[in-house]
C-alpha cells in the first residue's frame, strides 16, 4: 500500500517536472550557438543620433573631402587639361601667360575699339589708328583711305549697332597673344563723290557686315594695350 503510495506520487512530480521544463523551453527557446542578440537599447539609442547626424549633415561627422571635385584641386590642374575645346584651351594659355587677362573685358574693351577704328577709317583720321593697329594693317589702311582722298571721293559709314562680338580663336606664339572676335554690326556705308553724289551704296539701307579682327598682345610688355593685327571679312 505504501510502495502503491510512494510510486504513485514519483509519477506525479515526474509529470510536473516534466511540465515545468515544457514551459520554460517554450519561453526562452533553446541556444544553438546562431541565435541573433536583441540590439541593447543605448547602444540602438547611439545607432539612431549617429544616423541622424549623417542626415542632416552633424558637424560631429565630417566625411574627408572629394578632392575630385574641389575648387583647389581644378586651381592645382593645368587649364587646358579641363578644357573642351582649342579655343578654351588657347584662353586658358593666356590666363596662364597673363593672369591679369579677362575674355568679357576684353571683348567689352574690342567692342569699344570695333567703333573707334571704324569711324576713324570712315573720317580718314590717322592720328586716331596709328596707336590702334599694326604697322601692316596701319599701312592697309591708310593706302585704303589715300585711294580714296586721291579720287575725290568720301566714306560715311554710320555703326548703326553693335549686334554681337564673339571670341572664335585664342592662341600664344612665344610670348604673344592672339585674340579673334567676330564682330556681326549693322551700318550704312555710303560713298559721295567730289559734288557729294551718291557713287556707292545707299543712305536708307542698313545692312548686316560681319567682320572678324584679330589682336595681339606680348603679355610680358608693361603696355596692357592691344593692337589690331589682322582684319578679314565674310561678307
Known sequence: MNE????????????????LIWRLRGALGRRTGHERHRPDSVARRVTERVT????????EVIPPPDRSDSEGA??????????????????????????DFNPK???????EAFGIVVE???????????????DD?????????KTRQSAERTLETTLVGLNSADLIEAHMRNHTAFVTIKFV???????RDAEGAVVEGDPSHIATV???????RNTRSRDPNWTLVETRSSN
Request: charged share 20%; glycine share 8%; no cysteine.
Open 74 to 99: 581644378e586651381a592645382l590642374e593645368p587649364a587646358e587639361e579641363d578644357s573642351g575645346t582649342p579655343l578654351d584651351a588657347g584662353l586658358a594659355q593666356i590666363q596662364l601667360a597673363d593672369p
Open 4 to 19: 502503491g503510495i510512494q510510486f504513485t506520487d514519483i509519477l506525479f512530480f515526474a509529470a510536473v517536472a516534466a511540465f
Open 137 to 145: 594693317v596701319y599701312d592697309n589702311f591708310t593706302t585704303a583711305m
Open 105 to 111: 573685358d576684353f571683348v567689352k574693351g574690342a567692342g
Open 185 to 191: 554690326s549693322e551700318q550704312i556705308n555710303v560713298t
Open 120 to 134: 576713324a577709317f570712315s573720317a580718314g583720321d590717322e592720328g586716331v589708328l596709328r596707336p590702334l593697329l599694326s
Open 210 to 216: 560681319t567682320d572678324i579682327w584679330t589682336f595681339a
Open 52 to 59: 541622424e547626424s549623417e542626415e542632416v549633415g552633424s558637424d
